[in-house]
């Protein structure tokens, strides 16, 4: 397990939310780039997939994102 990932564990449910729309925001800035904020989104949308059980949570907090970029 990552360091991210143990900080990630312990973050509420507001926090994780914070956290997830901020990566996937860094990652899309960071497309064309190796760069962590990428492999920080994996983790992210692990940790709603094993909190919850699928991948809502996570999948409208991209439509959010989206929509806030366009």
């Known amino acids: 397990m990552t360091e991210y990932q143990e900080k990630i564990i312990k973050m509420s449910v507001q926090e994780l939310r914070s ?10 800035f960071w497309s064309r780039e190796n760069h962590e904020s990428h ?10 997939v094993k909190r919850e059980g699928d991948d809502s949570t996570y ?6 994102v989206r929509k806030e970029y366009t």
Request: proline content about 0%; glycine content about 4%; hydrophobic content about 25%.
């Open 19 to 28: 956290e997830t729309k901020d990566k996937i925001g860094e990652s899309s």
């Open 39 to 48: 492999s920080q989104v994996d983790a992210c949308y692990a940790e709603w």
């Open 59 to 64: 999948k409208r907090l991209h439509q959010e």
